[in-house]
């Protein structure tokens, strides 16, 4: 939950492990052995489970035993195929979130309620529009070097929030990527031009503006860093901010109209979304 005493929240820092991570594994470990419980009174071997929701019975062992974060759609299947009666599906939404980092999990929640979110991207495409193999680049290469484990949890979560595009009623959804980002060809060239085209096709969504910030430009008010703008369905309004190994959540409505502001102002300064949709083409007619 977010601090009622203070305006942020400070972030964890890779490497440490942080006593907020506890409750996550905590979580993690009553939901595999509920489901172990479950399933061994409905008679059922792990293979068998398996089988009859798509999983291996290795797979089955790693969730009963906490070691791995199940997916929504393997908690809706067992649910149903163990006779739970929503025991499991309860608990969905926490499991869930115990996919991201500790330092993350506000933010991710307050992503589930929004009405709208503005998001300026300086160092690489936002999460929200990273196809899964740019995800995964951006994961393998961090230092220091996150486990493979680590890594494809990392990117399940980070695929995850994008549902959002698909719920209903739909959120207003804005971006402004520097250009140097989106020229930058990290994970290789179709990892790029992949990247590339999901950027093309998020820009038509009727919700979502996307826009340029070109490197030729002489004004430029967002050298502070990457941040993200949130509005909740009961009208909070949010600031999420990033800098080097910490990120902050601002809830003070002061702090966050200060970030509002800048945004207001990178908007004016970018490309137009249908400028910034011609350079995006322009750049795939190069590769």
């Not at 503005?118 to 961090?142: K, W």
């Not at 695929?159 to 209903?168: D, T, V």
Request: with cysteine.
């Amino acid at each position: 939950m977010l601090e009622d005493r203070e305006s942020c929240v400070d972030a964890e820092v890779p490497g440490q492990r942080r006593a907020e991570d506890e409750p996550a594994r905590g979580l993690i470990g009553a939901f595999g052995r509920q489901l172990k419980l479950l399933r061994t009174r409905a008679g059922m071997e792990r293979a068998e489970l398996g089988r009859r929701v798509g999983y291996s019975a290795d797979t089955i062992a790693s969730y009963e035993q906490g070691r791995r974060v199940p997916q929504p759609q393997f908690i809706e299947q067992a649910d149903e195929v163990l006779g739970a009666g929503g025991v499991l599906v309860a608990l969905k939404g926490e499991v869930a979130r115990a996919r991201f980092p500790a330092f993350f999990r506000d933010m991710a929640r307050l992503e589930e309620e929004a009405v709208s979110l503005h998001v300026y991207g300086a160092l690489a495409v936002p999460g929200l529009l990273q196809t899964e193999e740019y995800a995964r680049a951006v994961f393998a290469m961090r230092r220091p070097l996150l486990d493979e484990a680590t890594v494809e949890q990392r990117v399940s979560a980070r695929l995850a929030r994008q549902e959002i595009f698909a719920r209903s009623p739909l959120p207003t959804l804005s971006f402004v990527i520097e250009e140097a980002v989106l020229c930058r060809p990290l994970g290789g060239a179709s990892t790029h031009r992949g990247q590339l085209e999901q950027i093309l096709l998020h820009g038509q969504r009727r919700n979502v503006e996307i826009q340029i910030m070109p490197t030729t430009g002489i004004e430029h008010c967002g050298l502070g860093g990457p941040f993200t703008l949130i509005e909740t369905r009961d009208g909070q309004r949010m600031a999420y901010v990033e800098v080097q190994r910490t990120s902050r959540l601002y809830n003070e409505r002061e702090e966050a109209r200060d970030v509002e502001e800048q945004y207001g102002i990178l908007r004016a300064q970018a490309l137009t979304p249908r400028e910034s949709m011609a350079f995006v083409e322009g750049l795939l007619g190069e590769r």
